[in-house]
């Protein structure tokens, strides 16, 4: 046998995994794809002929009645901070996974399957905020076509949000591996890929809520 | 479990290797891989280049009456979209696929089913972007489709569609590929194969994953918001809600000007690997050959808006621009300089690959220095969007890229096929397209500096402009029979050509150690590497004893010939003598050498899959069923796109839980 | 060398056909040249130019002859032993990043001066151009010249795809698009600026030769279908025959008026009120008084015309005559400029009809048919629409269809019969009963004959 | 299997065999946690405060935001830790992907203060 293994597959050159290092490359590529979204944004700001504005309200004669600035601060602070919880709460699965049956991580701690979940619930709950946002701003009367601040405020967060989600199924998908066989410290390389995907568009996050959100 | 006999011997002309359709559909092996890339971007050159002609013949004289304006604009359209995604680019993937394993000492690519994925995406991406040619609404716009001609209000029709759902399609395989090589360079590499020994094409094709993987997002964007604009009524490019149509241009160049060296890095890479072949030198400064490319990579970047000197953005955006434009010079002028002193005391054999490969180094000096008039913005404001940035980017892209790749397909096609290519019909290939690509492109600076606009479909006469136009005319017919003639030298000699043997070129990288064409599993044994270049330190180890970065300790000092110790690498040589090469049993037939099998040799291969082309083939359906918004369908449009994706996510996730390979053990 | 001579000789031969073709196109005469002499702009282009020229091809004469040195003296020869193997020369490699290096420094620096330079602020004296780029012609607008109709609109010199510029006064371009992206550009005069909507470029230069030139112009940036149709003459003259082009052109032409449409000339109106009352308006300077030639600058700050040009004596009348200059004399337009596009096979017009034009039918068609839809010919009150270009003065034009066709009724006819097979894509509606309308994709019913075309056509025509 | 290529590794840019396993603990992730949502406090009630109309408002947040993201990226993907191909894998980009925003915003006059 010694034969046929020393034909088996050699060790990477580096020592790593392929999928974490495709992972980072492709958050490499991610960064540019926001970066064309978040300059397209700050380039059209304040570039709208018709309101509703993001920080400014709208009156007339450049819009039909008043329009208060349409941005909702406290509820955007608040899902911010479910996004950063939900970052807590993906490292503490990773960790849970990597170290399960090791001292110290017996109890929830240790639970993988409960921190996934928070992740996840942590995650819809960021895509509710969103999606309230978003429809309460179409009742003010702001959608995707209404000016050039809908258009790339729209795309933008909808991105985002659009990454969000597929971390969620992502999510849901470890977390059916957890229950069906669970998930152990030789698994840790594929919740360490997921957990750097979550983190990273929670890093995006972190600069759309300053730049589209907090500056004015 | 390595029982003998249970397969004949490895022989790619006899029963050994699977053949038939369903092996070519399933195939995960990236040589495989690699020629269905190599023939499906033939096949597009051949629909590219009749594009080309007819547009010469309709500019062959003033007023001329070949096709309408409307076809005309299509054709140039379609023919830059074609040159560039469907021709150079997968070009370039085909020897990356090719190539990268076997040079780095590799069985396989990092994600081999996410390979033939890439291959599918670009087949069904290509055929659906020249589907509009069925419907006669094939793309209009340029290639550069500037906002906001692209737009709904001035063009209504499927045209654009078709182009920017095509071109997002595309992305995908160009940006899975490059993940895909990234990995596969940076983790696959055989012991001792460190960065600084790797190849030069290998080298190239690393700089330009990056590229691929940093420039295409920007496009995905500018290309989702002129979606969103067409399909859902957004206003990215919208005039009338105060839309600047420059934002475009930014995104595109930024992605565009990096495209350039998307294109011509992989030849520049063939290049520094044809040279110092046929020179028998190794390649003169490969510390700054790699760093030149970096270099050129890096500043790439800073560069796009040289593009857009025309639109005002104002003098000092004009002057950082050019002046950043100017300095990629610089690496690149090593670069030509490095290839001249590479053959600068070498012994000079002028095999086709070599001619292709010097007419490179001597064609792309005109487009490089036309480059740094272009550079200019004074200048360039005489010259932009006329026939002499027609020439310029030709010089770069023709006689360069093309160049460079017509070169590699020489070198390496006995690599691929086991036979060489016929260097008689070869001559006559490469002369003609070296007088054809000069007579139709050197005319087009002067039809250009004299005032002629480019993007015409008809000229006046009188203007001066006839000779030059009947001259540029003249040569792309050559330029056809040059492509003519090497069709049938590729269809001929991949039956009749000479066997080529193990390595018919004395060729000193690691792809030649192998027999041709190689086995699925590559390599035997996985080898140790030694050096930069491991074929002529078996081979000449008393020229190759002052080689730098071959460090202390390394196990090329035990190298010597005959023998004695030589390495891992030497053992495994199946085919041919310690020297590789000169084989004379290889020259015979190299179907008669017996090769053991993966199963024989215990070598775990990934299982042939066909549900990466099921999940390119959804992903393409997915795409054009957005075409249906236009025609005023949007609820089977979304039918359609909801099913697609369904079957994609279905068949993807069937992908990623089938094992890769048997468990062995 | 084993390899088989044949496709080399072919090479030769075919090198030296290219050479004496070239030297043959060479001799030739290139009206639209980039390297006349004829601004101050294109005469720094070609300094620097030159620069680049002389600097490029340098590197490639030492580039290609140590290139083709290496070939000759290095090929491989039976019996040469291995060569050395060399891996670099540190010396070497700084050399050629130094010595390149250096070299852009040298095109570096002028192109950075001309560019400041070029890109400054005109002249505050210089006359202003607004140009405004539509799919596929040019509208040309002299905001300092302008005047006020019976109806106390307010008018500007308007002109479509004929640019007129006085000789020694800069004349600033503003360049702004209605849709899609143009770009302005004579080569024979200055480099391309693009038009860009909700943008606005500047383009300033000074034609300063001494003698009247007609150049052609076009639209070098891809701007759909008929791109390569929208082209231009300019017309550099003196400045007194530019005045009197724009004493001319601010009265409505003498077709309009002779054919007895009821309106008071703009002429008229003003010979009345000689100082317009508004102040500061667009442009309060100009509003000169009629037949006053004297192109009044809109800057304050040169109370008189033109740069040190007097205003021309000769030109000065109350009534613009055709004694005057009034249009470039088409007897003294260069060949280059008169348009040689074929008329299209399909279209069939019986061009006998055209003797028999009567031009106040004509009139009448135009100012009730669906011309008013698009058209505006000042002093006709129902033609004030701007959606196609402004045909006041059409008749003293020397093309039509944006430098396409040559302005005579021959060409006019079929223009108005069927503009789409004149043109492709081109927005105008097909007029020809009969004819097929891909605007409204059908066939015309409600039309033209081609007797009334023909009228039609003798109005235009009379519209100098 | 390994002392077959063990040996011949030693110069490729190998740190381990497999992951490197340097993750932050329990309690550092605690910190992490703490320190991004006093930022977020911080950040919101400035938003709130007559500071909003500072002109070092503006750089205030970049500067609280950037400390955000770096410390996500460091500990959280434990980027601190890990291999230093994965910092130039990440770094490289977000440097490009920075300066053509920032170039982006010059070229559309964000710069120039209207």
């Not at chain 1, 017996?106 to 709950?125: D, H, M, P, Q, Y």
């Not at chain 2, 994953?209 to 399909?231: E, G, K, N, S, Y």
């Not at chain 2, 004395?506 to 192998?514: D, G, K, T, V």
Request: some cysteine; overall charge neutral; proline content about 6%.
């Amino acid at each position: 046998m010694t034969a046929v293994a020393s034909h088996a597959h050699p060790p990477t050159s580096t020592g790593l995994d392929h999928r974490k290092i495709a992972i980072w490359a492709f958050i490499g590529s991610e960064c540019m794809l926001f970066a064309s979204l978040i300059s397209t944004y700050l380039i059209y700001k304040g570039r709208s002929v018709v309101g509703p504005f993001p920080h400014e309200a709208c009156n007339p004669p450049v819009c039909a009645t008043h329009l208060n600035p349409i941005l909702n601060i406290p509820v955007t602070s608040f899902s911010t901070f479910v996004l950063l919880m939900s970052s807590l709460a993906m490292v503490l699965a990773l960790a849970a996974v990597e170290n399960k049956g090791k001292p110290g991580y017996e109890g929830l701690l240790g639970s993988s399957k409960f921190w996934l979940i928070s992740t996840a619930v942590l995650g819809i709950t960021f895509l509710g905020c969103q999606a309230y946002e978003f429809t309460s701003f179409v009742h003010e009367g702001l959608t995707i076509r209404t000016n050039l601040f809908g258009s790339s405020f729209f795309t933008l967060t909808g991105f985002h949000g659009a990454h969000v989600t597929a971390g969620v199924l992502w999510l849901i998908t470890l977390l059916a591996i957890d229950i069906k066989r669970g998930l152990g410290p030789k698994d840790a390389l594929l919740v360490d890929i997921a957990a750097l995907y979550w983190h990273f568009v929670d890093v995006v996050w972190i600069a759309i809520f300053t730049l589209v959100y907090l500056i004015k | 479990m390595a029982t003998a006999a249970v397969s004949p011997s490895y022989a790619r002309t006899s029963s050994g290797s699977p053949s038939g359709i369903w092996s070519w559909l399933t195939t995960v092996d990236h040589k495989r891989i690699g020629t269905l890339y190599l023939y499906t971007a033939l096949a597009w050159f051949a629909v590219g280049g009749t594009e080309a002609v007819i547009m010469r013949m309709q500019l062959q004289g003033p007023n001329g009456r070949v096709v309408s304006a409307e076809v005309f604009n299509q054709l140039f359209t379609m023919h830059g979209t074609t040159m560039i995604f469907l021709v150079v680019m997968p070009l370039s993937a085909a020897f990356f696929n090719f190539l990268i394993p076997l040079q780095i000492g590799a069985r396989d690519v990092a994600f081999p089913r996410l390979n033939a994925f890439s291959y599918w995406v670009y087949l069904f991406g290509s055929l659906f972007m020249n589907a509009s040619w069925l419907v006669g609404m094939a793309p209009n716009g340029g290639w550069f489709g500037y906002a906001p001609l692209t737009t709904l209000p001035y063009s209504p029709g499927l045209n654009i569609d078709f182009w920017m759902l095509g071109l997002q399609i595309l992305g995908v395989s160009s940006l899975a590929a490059a993940f895909n090589f990234i990995t596969t360079i940076i983790n696959m590499r055989a012991p001792g194969m460190n960065l600084m020994r790797m190849p030069m094409f290998t080298w190239m094709a690393f700089v330009v994953q990056f590229l691929l993987v940093l420039a295409f997002p920007v496009i995905t964007i500018a290309l989702v918001f002129l979606q969103f604009d067409r399909f859902f009524g957004t206003n990215f490019y919208t005039i009338t809600q105060g839309a600047d149509p420059l934002l475009w241009q930014h995104l595109f160049w930024i992605f565009g000007h990096p495209e350039v060296y998307i294109l011509i890095l992989p030849a520049f890479g063939l290049v520094s690997e044809i040279l110092p072949t046929f020179s028998r030198k190794p390649i003169f400064g490969y510390p700054v050959m790699v760093y030149s490319g970096i270099l050129i990579a890096f500043l790439g970047f800073g560069v796009w808006a040289h593009h857009m000197f025309a639109v005002g953005m104002g003098p000092i955006a004009d002057s950082v621009f050019s002046m950043t434009t100017m300095l990629i010079a610089i690496p690149t002028g090593v670069k030509i300089f490095n290839w001249i002193f590479t053959m600068w005391g070498g012994n000079l054999r002028f095999t086709v690959a070599m001619k292709f490969a010097i007419s490179l180094v001597a064609l792309f000096t005109i487009g490089g220095i036309s480059g740094v008039m272009h550079a200019s913005p004074p200048a360039d404001l005489q010259q932009t969007d006329t026939y002499f940035i027609v020439a310029h980017f030709h010089y770069v892209l023709v006689a360069g890229s093309l160049m460079g790749l017509w070169g590699g397909i020489y070198y390496y096609f006995p690599k691929i096929t086991g036979r060489l290519l016929s260097e008689k019909i070869g001559n006559w290939h490469f002369w003609l397209t070296f007088i054809g690509v000069n007579l139709t492109f050197m005319p087009m600076h002067w039809s250009g500096l004299y005032g002629m606009p480019r993007r015409v479909y008809t000229y006046d006469a009188g203007q001066g402009w006839e000779i030059f136009n009947l001259m540029s005319s003249t040569g792309a017919y050559l330029q056809a029979l040059a492509g003519i003639i090497f069709a049938y030298n590729i269809f001929r000699s991949r039956t009749h050509g000479e066997i080529a043997g193990n390595d018919p070129w004395e060729a000193p990288s690691l792809e030649w150690s192998i027999p041709s064409p190689p086995p699925d599993y590559n390599f035997e044994t996985i080898p140790t590497v030694t050096s930069r270049y491991p074929l002529w330190d078996i081979k000449h180890p008393e020229l190759t004893a002052s080689v730098p970065h071959s460090r202390h300790g390394d196990e090329r000092n035990d190298v010597s010939l005959g023998g004695k110790h030589v390495g891992a690498f030497h053992d495994h040589m199946a085919a041919g003598t310690p020297e590789g090469g000169l084989n004379p049993n290889a020259t015979q037939a190299s179907s008669k050498v017996s090769l053991k099998t993966a199963e024989e040799l215990g070598i775990p291969m990934p299982y042939p899959t066909i549900k990466p082309l099921w999940v390119a083939l959804f992903m393409t359906l997915m795409f054009a069923s957005l075409l249906l918004i236009h025609k005023d369908k949007l609820p089977l449009a979304m039918a359609g796109v909801v099913t697609f994706a369904t079957l994609m996510t279905g068949f993807l996730y069937a992908w990623l839980t089938a094992p890769l390979e048997p468990h062995h053990h | 060398m084993p390899f088989h001579p044949r496709p080399r000789r072919l090479a030769q031969l075919a090198l030296t056909v290219a050479l004496v073709a070239f030297l043959a196109a060479c001799g030739q005469d290139h009206p639209d040249t980039i390297f006349h002499h004829r601004t101050d702009v294109n005469r720094d282009v070609d300094y620097l130019f030159k620069i680049l020229i002389y600097a490029g091809t340098a590197v490639f004469i030492f580039v290609e002859a140590i290139l083709v040195w290496t070939l000759f003296k290095f090929r491989a020869r039976p019996g040469q032993p291995e060569p050395e193997h060399v891996h670099g020369n540190t010396t070497l490699e700084i050399a050629w990043t130094v010595i390149p290096l250096l070299i852009l420094i040298v095109i570096g620096i002028p192109t950075v001066k001309t560019i400041f330079k070029q890109q400054a602020a005109a002249r505050s004296d210089a006359l202003q151009v607004e140009v405004i780029g539509h799919q596929w012609w040019w509208e040309f607008r002299y905001p300092q010249f302008t005047m006020r109709s019976a109806s106390g609109k307010l008018d500007t010199v308007v002109t479509a795809n004929e640019l007129y510029l006085p000789l020694g006064k800069t004349v600033n371009f503003t360049l702004k698009s209605r849709d899609v992206i143009h770009s302005f550009w004579v080569p024979a005069l200055a480099g391309k600026r693009d038009l860009i909507a909700n943008h606005t470029n500047y383009l300033w230069y000074t034609p300063d030769s001494t003698t009247s030139d007609a150049f052609n112009g076009a639209c070098v940036e891809y701007c759909g279908t008929s791109h390569a149709n929208m082209r231009f003459k300019a017309f550099t003259v003196s400045q007194a025959d530019f005045d009197s082009w724009v004493a001319h052109q601010e009265a409505p032409a003498e077709g309009a008026v002779a054919v007895g449409t009821p309106i008071s000339p703009d002429s008229a109106a003003k010979a009345a009120a000689p100082r317009s009352p508004l102040g500061s308006q667009i442009d309060p300077n100009k509003n000169l008084a009629a037949g006053s030639t004297q192109a009044g600058p809109t800057v304050p700050s040169s109370g008189k015309a033109g740069v040190g040009v007097p205003p021309s004596p000769g030109a000065v009348n109350t009534q613009v005559t055709q004694a005057g200059f009034v249009a470039f004399p088409r007897e003294k337009m260069p060949a280059y400029t008169v348009p040689s596009t074929p008329l299209p096979a399909a279209l069939k017009f019986d061009d006998n009809v055209l003797a028999s034009g009567n031009a106040a039918n004509g009139a009448k068609l135009v100012a009730t048919g669906m011309c008013i839809a698009c058209h505006t010919v000042r002093g006709v009150p129902t033609m004030q629409a701007t959606v196609g270009p402004n045909l006041t003065h059409v008749g003293s034009r020397t093309t039509i269809a944006a430098g396409l066709y040559p302005n005579d009724p021959r060409h006019l006819a079929r223009w108005v019969k069927n503009a789409n097979e004149m043109k492709a894509g081109v927005g105008m509606n097909t007029f020809g009963i009969g004819e097929y309308d891909p605007i409204t994709k059908s066939t015309v019913k409600i039309g033209f004959t081609d007797a009334q075309i023909a009228d039609i056509v003798a109005y235009l025509s009379s519209l100098k | 299997m390994a002392d077959q290529f063990t040996h011949t590794h030693a110069e490729t840019d190998v740190h381990a065999m497999g992951e490197v396993h340097e993750h932050p603990t329990w309690k550092q992730y605690k910190w992490v946690a703490l320190i991004l949502t006093l930022i977020t406090v911080v950040e919101v009630w400035i938003y709130y405060t007559p500071f909003k109309e500072s002109p070092l408002f503006v750089p205030v947040l970049l500067i609280m935001s950037a400390v955000k993201f770096a410390i996500v990226v460091l500990f959280y993907m434990h980027l601190k830790y890990d291999h230093k191909l994965f910092k130039a894998l990440f770094t490289g980009p977000l440097i490009i992907a920075m300066s053509t925003l920032v170039a982006l915003l010059f070229l559309f006059g964000k710069f120039s203060g209207r």
